[in-house]
């Protein structure tokens, strides 16, 4: 039999590409990976142990870790946390068991000096109610003589008194941190978590958004009852995206809402974050896996006469995952681009386009728990000498996706409106064909007083390429008096491209105008979990940005509700008395016009220096929607200014919009820096700040130096769009580490609103939808 190779690690943990026999890793010392997989019982707070083999080569014949094994050169992590568990002691269980807690580093030499172990451990927690019967397991003997079961803090107390019956681990260390996880899980202070979830929630003013429906034909408002429905299937979608595990958690925090105060509150703010993980707190959990569903597996391991089977908790990691469910947990870019150099030019288009998911072979293999349409398209796989594959989303999300475009038809067949009627019908179509060309554009042509967007759009949620593109449903009334007034700026985007500060290598040589629509929202779902969408600028397809632009959506009644809540309540508290009266809504709100128009001016489709075509979010990769959304913002404001000049915009404006930014500053940073506005709002800021644009005050206020202003916001808007251009991933890193930072003063303003209790968002109620629904 083959010995076993492993990947050969740096000391930081990266792969080098090179893989050794598993004799030649330990006898050189060599860097490489394994899993820890701890088995804890919440009922009895017990965790497994195994009693290590006599035969083994390091540490024979002590009790240690519930299984562990190394990962094999070109294996997965989490794969192989499965594949362990059930060699060593019999138990399948699926990947949503698996929760990983943390890496944990381990450097010893045993063996008088013939086995030097440098090992990168995954450690995962697997919890289930009760213990699982000891007849249930089946051991490996080779590798595993017994199991029993001990009380976590007695375990911890051994490992500090070093028993020799136990393999060694440092509690006092990295390792602590398991123990320290238990014990948060075990010691629930209720009143305490209680109270958290309640200061958490008062962040979010709640409101009512609903518009009339009277100028609607009795048809339209039929559709209307149908299209809410969609989207109330695309929001099962978005939280799918989000984790996989995340539906079964939803279902079981809404079914145990009633059971108590805290159980109500964890519920409330679920839905406003469709995840465990807080938007405003820079996505630190305020849930665990102690929270979540309970799933029954009889088949898990053995039966035993008389025990229903073992039961687990659905988990999700405390870190929220960087590529969300778009890609295997484990994956990592390097894995990615080495399949991705294996692939054709068709082939890389669809693994790294909006609409596909990432997938691993082995997964289908062990994770019974597969739909069966999901298993089906696993065998119809071609051969491959790769784990990963892509699926359309049209085939991961078959079930719910047919069921929307199902409601989707029905809707277009009442409609009144050709345009919806056209729109509906091809939305419904891309559901199922996956490809969304002819209803962007059918979108894009939308003219009716029904304004519906709905499909996968924005990429914020996958932060390791920015490449998947998460479904949304956006609902509203279209204010045609707004809209008409707004013209204007969608008809002078080829006038802003052509006079951008902006070397003209880089200009966009075909803009064309951006019909801007101004609805009132009645409904929203998908992602839109945590801050609440103003306006939106659409679609992102390049292809469909340079055959026919953009198109805008602004969504009036939530910046009303923003404005009054939020924005006047900031410019009460952090901005000088003096222009504190500069700050309005219609400045608020059109430089919100002039955000959304400044996506569609820009670099977007670009040559490399070795005339390689490209795009700047390929190049950008996971830097893209900060530095996308902080062009929008500054160049918006260059903007503004320009069209001033030109005589398009009056001059009273140009006060009123500078403090108006700047108040609008303080409210986009408070969403968090790994929120792609926030982050680009803290680049804004403390750029204009460092030159002597943004002022602060003893006082502890801000104001704006109108004589430094109008530079500053030129010269970011140069050095973002240059980057843009040249697709410069280098030059944004240095950009974004260099100001997306929160400086002393920016630090006191924030606090000063926390102690203030100024909302930081808003929390909608459409009681229009409801009532269609029911």
């Given at each position: 039999?083959?010995?076993?190779?492993?990947?050969?690690?740096?000391?930081?943990?990266?792969?080098?590409?090179?893989?050794?026999?598993?004799?030649?890793?330990?006898?050189?010392?060599?860097?490489?990976?394994?899993?820890?997989?701890?088995?804890?019982?919440e009922?009895?707070?017990?965790?497994?142990?195994?009693?290590?083999?006599?035969?083994?080569?390091?540490?024979?014949?002590?009790?240690?870790?519930?299984?562990?094994?190394?990962?094999?050169?070109?294996?997965p992590?989490?794969?192989?946390?499965?594949?362990?568990?059930?060699?060593?002691?019999?138990?399948?269980?699926?990947?949503?068991?698996?929760?990983?807690?943390?890496?944990?580093?381990?450097?010893?030499?045993?063996?008088?000096?013939?086995?030097?172990?440098?090992?990168?451990?995954?450690?995962?927690?697997?919890?289930?109610?009760?213990?699982?019967?000891?007849?249930?397991?089946?051991?490996?003997?080779?590798?595993?003589?017994?199991?029993?079961?001990i009380?976590?803090?007695?375990?911890?107390?051994?490992?500090?008194?070093?028993?020799?019956?136990?393999?060694?681990?440092?509690?006092?260390?990295?390792?602590?941190?398991?123990?320290?996880?238990?014990?948060?899980?075990?010691?629930?202070n209720t009143?305490?978590?209680?109270l958290?979830?309640?200061?958490?929630?008062?962040?979010?003013?709640?409101?009512?958004?609903?518009?009339?429906?009277?100028?609607?034909?009795?048809?339209?408002?039929?559709?209307?009852?149908?299209?809410?429905?969609?989207?109330k299937?695309?929001?099962?979608?978005?939280?799918?995206?989000?984790?996989?595990?995340?539906?079964?958690?939803?279902?079981?925090?809404?079914?145990?809402?009633?059971?108590?105060?805290?159980?109500?509150?964890?519920?409330?703010?679920?839905?406003?974050?469709?995840?465990?993980?807080?938007?405003?707190?820079?996505?630190?959990?305020?849930?665990?896996?102690?929270?979540?569903?309970?799933?029954?597996l009889?088949?898990?391991?053995?039966?035993i006469?008389?025990?229903?089977?073992?039961?687990?908790?659905?988990?999700?990691?405390?870190?929220?995952?960087?590529?969300?469910?778009?890609?295997?947990?484990?994956?990592?870019?390097?894995?990615f681009?080495?399949?991705?150099?294996?692939?054709?030019?068709e082939?890389?288009?669809?693994?790294?386009?909006?609409?596909?998911i990432?997938?691993?072979?082995?997964?289908?293999?062990l994770?019974?728990?597969?739909?069966?349409?999901?298993?089906?398209?696993?065998?119809?796989?071609?051969?491959?000498?790769?784990?990963?594959?892509?699926?359309?989303?049209?085939?991961?999300?078959?079930?719910?996706?047919?069921?929307?475009?199902?409601?989707?038809?029905?809707?277009?067949?009442l409609?009144?409106?050709?345009?919806?009627?056209?729109?509906?019908?091809?939305?419904?179509?891309?559901?199922?064909?996956?490809?969304?060309?002819?209803?962007?554009?059918?979108?894009?042509?939308?003219?009716?007083?029904?304004?519906?967007?709905?499909?996968?759009?924005?990429?914020?949620?996958?932060?390791?390429?920015?490449?998947k593109?998460s479904?949304?449903?956006?609902?509203?009334?279209?204010?045609?008096?707004?809209?008409?007034?707004?013209?204007?700026?969608?008809?002078?985007?080829?006038?802003?491209?052509?006079?951008?500060p902006l070397?003209?290598?880089?200009?966009?040589?075909?803009?064309?105008?951006?019909?801007?629509?101004?609805?009132?929202?009645?409904?929203?779902?998908?992602?839109?979990?945590?801050?609440?969408?103003?306006?939106?600028?659409?679609?992102?397809?390049?292809?469909?940005?340079?055959?026919?632009?953009?198109?805008?959506?602004?969504?009036?009644?939530?910046?009303?509700?923003?404005?009054?809540?939020?924005?006047?309540?900031?410019?009460?508290?952090?901005?000088?008395?003096e222009?504190?009266?500069?700050?309005?809504?219609?400045?608020?709100?059109?430089?919100?016009?002039?955000?959304?128009?400044?996506?569609?001016?820009?670099?977007?489709?670009?040559?490399?220096?070795?005339?390689?075509?490209?795009?700047?979010?390929?190049?950008?990769?996971?830097?893209?929607?900060?530095?996308?959304?902080?062009?929008?913002?500054?160049?918006?404001?260059?903007?503004?200014?320009?069209?001033?000049t030109?005589?398009?915009?009056?001059?009273?404006?140009?006060?009123?919009?500078?403090?108006?930014?700047?108040?609008?500053?303080?409210?986009?940073?408070r969403?968090g820096?790994?929120?792609?506005?926030?982050?680009?709002?803290?680049?804004?800021?403390?750029?204009?700040?460092?030159?002597?644009?943004?002022?602060?005050?003893?006082?502890?206020?801000?104001?704006?130096?109108?004589?430094?202003?109008?530079?500053?916001?030129?010269?970011?808007?140069?050095?973002?769009?240059?980057?843009?251009?040249?697709?410069?991933?280098?030059?944004?890193?240095?950009?974004?580490?260099?100001?997306?930072?929160?400086?002393?003063p920016?630090?006191?303003?924030?606090?000063?609103?926390?102690?203030?209790?100024?909302?930081?968002?808003?929390?909608?109620?459409?009681?229009?939808?409801?009532?269609?629904?029911?």
């Open positions: 039999m083959a010995e076993e190779h492993f990947d050969v690690l740096t000391k930081s943990g990266e792969k080098t590409g090179v893989s050794k026999p598993r004799s030649e890793i330990h006898r050189d010392g060599d860097y490489h990976r394994a899993v820890h997989v701890w088995i804890f019982v009922s009895t707070q017990e965790l497994l142990l195994q009693l290590r083999s006599d035969d083994k080569d390091s540490w024979p014949g002590q009790w240690d870790i519930s299984s562990a094994g190394h990962i094999s050169a070109g294996d992590s989490l794969i192989s946390a499965q594949r362990e568990l059930e060699e060593e002691l019999g138990i399948k269980l699926p990947k949503d068991a698996f929760e990983k807690i943390f890496v944990f580093l381990q450097e010893c030499v045993t063996n008088n000096g013939k086995f030097i172990n440098n090992e990168f451990n995954d450690v995962y927690l697997v919890t289930v109610l009760h213990p699982i019967p000891l007849k249930a397991f089946t051991l490996q003997k080779e590798e595993v003589s017994a199991v029993k079961y009380p976590y803090e007695e375990y911890r107390n051994l490992l500090a008194k070093e028993d020799p019956a136990y393999v060694p681990y440092d509690v006092n260390g990295d390792y602590g941190k398991l123990f320290e996880i238990l014990r948060q899980r075990c010691q629930v009143e305490a978590r209680s958290s979830l309640q200061k958490q929630l008062q962040r979010y003013s709640p409101v009512t958004l609903e518009a009339k429906l009277t100028e609607l034909s009795e048809a339209d408002q039929k559709a209307l009852g149908l299209i809410v429905k969609a989207a299937v695309i929001d099962d979608i978005f939280y799918e995206q989000l984790w996989y595990s995340n539906p079964a958690l939803r279902e079981w925090l809404k079914e145990h809402a009633n059971a108590s105060e805290l159980d109500k509150l964890k519920w409330d703010y679920f839905l406003i974050n469709k995840s465990p993980w807080s938007s405003l707190d820079e996505n630190e959990p305020f849930l665990t896996t102690a929270d979540s569903a309970v799933k029954l009889p088949e898990a391991t053995k039966l006469a008389g025990w229903k089977g073992l039961e687990y908790r659905a988990a999700f990691p405390l870190t929220k995952p960087p590529g969300a469910n778009f890609y295997p947990p484990d994956m990592d870019k390097m894995e681009n080495l399949w991705l150099s294996s692939l054709t030019e082939q890389k288009h669809a693994a790294t386009g909006f609409f596909s990432i997938k691993r072979r082995s997964e289908a293999n994770d019974a728990s597969q739909s069966d349409h999901l298993a089906n398209i696993t065998k119809k796989l071609p051969d491959s000498n790769s784990d990963l594959y892509s699926v359309p989303c049209s085939e991961i999300y078959r079930p719910s996706l047919t069921k929307a475009s199902e409601l989707l038809h029905k809707a277009g067949n409609t009144t409106s050709q345009s919806l009627k056209k729109l509906l019908h091809s939305k419904a179509e891309a559901f199922l064909s996956n490809d969304y060309y002819e209803s962007d554009i059918a979108w894009m042509d939308l003219d009716s007083k029904l304004d519906i967007t709905i499909g996968p759009y924005e990429t914020y949620e996958d932060e390791i390429f920015g490449y593109a479904f949304e449903a956006f609902i509203g009334i279209r204010d045609d008096k707004a809209t008409a007034d707004l013209r204007l700026f969608g008809n002078n985007l080829k006038l802003l491209e052509d006079n951008l070397d003209s290598v880089y200009k966009s040589k075909d803009v064309s105008a951006a019909p801007i629509r101004v609805i009132q929202l009645i409904y929203n779902s998908g992602d839109v979990k945590g801050p609440q969408t103003v306006a939106y600028n659409l679609p992102n397809d390049e292809k469909i940005v340079k055959d026919r632009g953009t198109s805008m959506v602004m969504l009036k009644n939530v910046q009303e509700a923003k404005f009054e809540h939020i924005l006047k309540p900031i410019a009460e508290v952090l901005i000088s008395n222009q504190r009266g500069f700050v309005d809504f219609d400045s608020f709100f059109t430089h919100t016009i002039c955000h959304e128009c400044c996506h569609g001016i820009g670099p977007h489709t670009i040559t490399l220096p070795d005339g390689e075509p490209s795009t700047v979010r390929k190049e950008l990769q996971e830097l893209h929607s900060s530095m996308e959304e902080a062009k929008a913002d500054i160049v918006g404001l260059w903007a503004l200014k320009f069209l001033i030109k005589g398009l915009l009056p001059k009273s404006m140009v006060e009123s919009m500078y403090v108006s930014f700047l108040a609008g500053c303080f409210r986009s940073i969403f820096l790994t929120e792609a506005h926030g982050k680009g709002q803290a680049l804004i800021f403390n750029w204009l700040y460092e030159k002597g644009a943004f002022v602060f005050h003893e006082d502890s206020t801000f104001s704006v130096d109108f004589t430094k202003v109008e530079d500053a916001v030129e010269s970011l808007s140069h050095e973002i769009l240059t980057i843009q251009g040249r697709g410069d991933k280098k030059a944004a890193t240095l950009l974004l580490n260099s100001y997306c930072t929160i400086t002393g920016l630090k006191a303003s924030l606090e000063k609103l926390e102690s203030v209790k100024v909302p930081v968002d808003i929390s909608p109620t459409f009681p229009l939808a409801d009532a269609l629904m029911n």
